[in-house]
């Protein structure tokens, strides 16, 4: 593939990215403790492209205009089930092979890959080039997960790791090739 593949997303301890509704105020409320933006406006600028599940695209849609922070950006949500032309600032792909060849057909290089369904089926697909996982210092118990089963262990470098303060962690691990 011509594009790389970025993952930027907040965990519980226990790798958790969301409860099982959806609910993230434990994840906001401990971000806000720690410095800054976490880094996030530097990575979003690096990249080209936002591909996300439709879940995590309905969940943006209720935090209102403020949060959309991908203008300027190629927008692209994987599912099966929104209406392709739901919403004219999103392009709505039925398949991870059929998104990466739209990816290469607009020349697209550096994706923010974000939902734990897609991050997952992406790095499956060996499509994913680095991650940042800012760990907040909570154990959930139970939510939607950030990782999964594998065919195969994906081994992986890491590169930095930061005390973010109020007890966040920022590692930065780079995929093995
Ligand atoms: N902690 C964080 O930093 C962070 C970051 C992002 C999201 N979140 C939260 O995580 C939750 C969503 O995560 P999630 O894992 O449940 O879902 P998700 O990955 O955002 O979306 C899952 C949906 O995407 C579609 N999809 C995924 N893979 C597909 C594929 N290969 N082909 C076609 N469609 C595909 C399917 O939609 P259809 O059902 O329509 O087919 C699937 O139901 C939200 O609550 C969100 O707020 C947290």
């Known amino acids: 593939m011509s594009f790389d593949g970025h993952v930027f997303i907040g965990v519980s301890l226990d790798g958790f990215i969301a409860r099982a509704d959806g609910d993230l105020d434990w994840l906001n409320a401990r971000g806000e403790a720690a410095e800054g933006d976490l880094g996030y406006q530097a990575f979003i600028?690096?990249?080209?492209t936002v591909v996300m599940g439709r879940a995590t695209y309905e969940k943006v849609l209720t935090f209102g205009q403020d949060a959309w922070t991908?203008?300027?950006?190629?927008?692209?949500?994987?599912?099966?089930?929104?209406?392709?032309?739901?919403?004219?600032?999103?392009?709505?792909?039925?398949?991870?092979?059929?998104?990466?060849g739209d990816l290469e057909a607009r020349g697209l290089k550096h994706v923010y890959v974000d939902g734990g369904q897609v991050v997952r089926?992406?790095?499956?697909?060996?499509?994913?080039?680095?991650?940042?996982?800012?760990?907040?210092?909570?154990?959930?118990?139970?939510?939607?997960?950030?990782?999964?089963?594998?065919?195969?262990?994906?081994?992986?470098?890491?590169?930095?790791?930061?005390?973010?303060?109020?007890?966040?962690?920022?590692s930065v691990y780079e995929i093995k090739r």
């Open 45 to 48: 600028d690096g990249v080209d």
């Open 121 to 170: 089926a992406f790095l499956r697909a060996g499509l994913v080039t680095d991650l940042t996982i800012t760990t907040v210092p909570v154990l959930i118990g139970s939510g939607l997960p950030l990782f999964g089963e594998l065919d195969a262990d994906i081994d992986l470098t890491l590169r930095s790791t930061a005390d973010m303060g109020g007890g966040v962690v920022q």
């Open 70 to 100: 991908y203008d300027g950006k190629h927008i692209a949500v994987l599912s099966t089930r929104l209406p392709a032309d739901a919403d004219p600032r999103v392009t709505v792909h039925r398949s991870l092979d059929e998104l990466a």
